[in-house]
Structures are given as C-alpha cells and as structure tokens.
C-alpha cells in the first residue's frame, strides 16, 4: 500500500468549528486508554526481503478499486455512538462479497492520533453492504478508522483503508507512552522479546503470565491464540504482522508465548497492541517500540509497563 494521507477540507472545518474545545491531531475489542499484516490469507510467517521495506496500510481512503465510506465522521466523546461505513467499488456500489479472514469479513481498528486509545472491533454488515457498531470514545481529538478486508472476487488481495474520524469535546493532549518491554492489563502481565527492524523480517514473542505464573491456556480469539496490530507513530501506518501458527496445527502451544513475524517499513516509533483470550475475556496489551535509528530495534526499551484501562470489551 501506498503511504500518503488524505487531509480533507471536513478536517479543517471540522477543527474550526469547535475551536478551542476541540483538537485534531497530527493529519479503537477493549479500550487502551493511556498508554497487520500481510494479506490475513498469507499468514505463514514470510515477509519482506531484509532491507525492503514492505508497503504500510491504513494511509489512503482508497485503493485498488475500493473506497472507505465513513457515513459516522464525528461523533461526542464520552457517548456511545453507531459508526456506520461502506466499502464501495468504482462504480461506488456497496461491496457485499467478502472473503471471511480470521473468521470475520472485515476486521475494524480505531485507534487515536496519540496512540493512547485503541480498539478492535468487528461491525455487523447490513445486505445493502452498510457496517455498523456501536462504540464509545472516551477522549477528544483525531482518530483514525482502519477496515482490514479482502473482497471475494478473483484476484482480490487484502487491503487496509483508512478514513479520519473527529471525536468532539475538551481536548488535552496526550504524549506518547515511553518505550516498555513489558506491559500489564487487567491482572495480566505480559513479556515483549524480539525487535523490529526496518526492512527485515523479525520474531516477536509475547509471554503472558498473571499472579506470576505462566498463562498455558490461552484460548483461540479468531482463530489464533493472539492477534497483534501495530501502528507507526506520526502518520499511523498499518503494520502487517503474521501470526505463527494456529490452534489445532500440531506444533502451536496455547501459550505462554504467542509469536508473530513482523517487518518495519521504516525507521521509526511503532505502538504495538496485542490481543489475547483467556477464561472466556479478550483483553489487551500495548507497547511503544522503536525501530532502527539511534534508538534502534537492538536497544533494549525500557522495561515499565505503559499504563492503560481496558473496558467494554471487544465488538462483535
């Protein structure tokens, strides 16, 4: 995918209209609140060739013949609110065919300009091909919608779009969480090992554990023991990441380690955000890495976790 965000003339107004109390940043499964792959049907582990950057998502509202329609493109913060949204082809008929990816159609990420608020949902379509949710985003600012999915039309491959999403009210801006190998989540702590590198493909181990001892029952959430979304800090670039291994193959232990294959398109800050199930809840760990440059993918990040509230629960 090609990288090259879209800024619209809604943004500006939008940001003109609200004024002081409301800000847009540089231009959401449970909340991360303080604090991809490529295609899903290719999952096996294989990436970029070393020092080719493989290509982002997320950056463009449309491509390949395919458009984002986001008909929600603000809503209040603190109120829940049905996001509704089409994808369109280029005779901008609503698309109704998809192939299933992890066992959903679409896969929908939110996620906020700072990275501090998170979430994986996974809307209901309608037959006339609109999606929709309920959702509820606890802070003012920018965010930004991602539709990961692959149409079911020969020679389709998987894409990713992605379209602005404002959230009105107080807006207080928010740092980005420090560097962390290890984060905590709802009595779970959960162990980074591995570094990105941009360019080249490299393994990813998180190890869960709760009260101090390793978690070995993980349970399958869409069809793995653990999906991981990474986004890049600045323009939110869609990482491609690829679980290894499934449940049921014969080699894939349900834990205490989840691994991935991940490749870094580009020197830079990523936010990484893990998805796992255990005892029937999905919950959710965040960590912010670098990648190459100074602070490069071979220094060690701190080891604090970057503080976080899950709640709700991730939409299905």
């Given at each position: 995918?090609?990288?090259?965000?879209?800024i619209?003339?809604?943004?500006?107004?939008l940001?003109?209209t609200f004024g002081t109390?409301y800000?847009v940043?540089q231009?959401?499964?449970p909340?991360v609140?303080?604090?991809?792959?490529?295609?899903?049907?290719a999952?096996?582990?294989?990436?970029?060739?070393?020092?080719?950057?493989?290509p982002?998502?997320?950056?463009?509202?449309?491509?390949?013949?395919?458009?984002?329609?986001?008909?929600?493109?603000?809503?209040?913060?603190?109120?829940?609110?049905?996001?509704?949204?089409?994808?369109?082809?280029?005779?901008?008929?609503?698309?109704?065919?998809y192939?299933?990816?992890?066992?959903?159609?679409?896969?929908?990420i939110?996620a906020?300009?700072?990275?501090?608020t998170?979430?994986?949902?996974?809307p209901?379509?309608?037959?006339?091909?609109t999606?929709?949710?309920?959702?509820?985003?606890?802070?003012a600012?920018?965010?930004?919608v991602?539709?990961?999915?692959?149409p079911?039309?020969?020679?389709?491959?998987?894409?990713?779009?992605?379209?602005?999403?404002?959230v009105?009210?107080?807006?207080?801006?928010?740092?980005?969480?420090?560097?962390?190998?290890?984060?905590?989540?709802d009595?779970?702590?959960?162990?980074?090992?591995?570094?990105?590198?941009?360019g080249?493909?490299?393994?990813?181990?998180l190890?869960?554990s709760?009260s101090g001892?390793?978690?070995?029952?993980l349970?399958?959430?869409?069809?793995?023991?653990?999906?991981?979304?990474?986004?890049?800090?600045g323009d939110?670039?869609?990482?491609h990441?690829?679980?290894?291994g499934?449940?049921?193959?014969g080699?894939?232990?349900?834990?205490?380690?989840?691994?991935?294959?991940?490749?870094?398109p580009?020197?830079?800050?990523?936010?990484?955000?893990?998805?796992?199930?255990?005892?029937?809840k999905v919950?959710?760990?965040?960590?912010?890495?670098?990648?190459?440059?100074?602070?490069g993918?071979?220094?060690?990040p701190h080891?604090?976790?970057?503080?976080?509230?899950?709640?709700?629960g991730?939409?299905h």
């Open positions: 995918m090609h990288a090259g965000l879209k619209t003339a809604f943004a500006a107004a940001a003109a109390a800000g940043g231009g959401i499964g909340v609140e303080g604090e991809t792959p490529a295609r899903h049907d999952h096996t582990g294989d990436s970029a060739p070393e020092h080719e950057s493989p982002a998502g997320g950056l463009q509202i449309s491509e390949s013949g395919y458009t984002l329609d986001l008909r929600t493109p603000r809503i209040a913060a603190g109120r829940t609110t049905d996001l509704r949204f089409a994808i369109r082809d280029d005779d901008g008929r609503a698309v109704t065919a192939r299933r990816e992890h066992d959903k159609e679409l896969h929908l939110v906020s300009r700072d990275l501090n998170y979430r994986h949902l996974h209901t379509r309608a037959a006339d091909g999606w929709s949710i309920p959702a509820s985003l606890p802070r600012g920018g965010y930004r991602f539709a990961d999915f692959t079911d039309k020969k020679g389709a491959e998987n894409l990713t779009l992605g379209a602005d999403l404002a009105s009210g107080t807006y207080a801006p928010r740092n980005l969480p420090v560097p962390n190998t290890t984060a905590t989540t009595g779970y702590e959960v162990k980074l090992g591995g570094a990105l590198r941009p080249a493909a490299r393994e990813l181990k190890t869960v709760r001892r390793p978690v070995t029952d349970q399958p959430y869409l069809g793995a023991y653990g999906h991981l979304v990474a986004l890049r800090s939110l670039a869609y990482l990441v690829h679980p290894n499934e449940p049921g193959d080699s894939t232990e349900p834990g205490p380690d989840i691994s991935f294959t991940a490749t870094a580009s020197v830079g800050t990523y936010r990484l955000f893990l998805d796992f199930k255990h005892e029937g919950h959710t760990a965040a960590f912010t890495v670098r990648a190459g440059g100074a602070a993918a071979e220094e060690a080891e604090s976790a970057a503080p976080h509230e899950s709640s709700g991730h939409g």
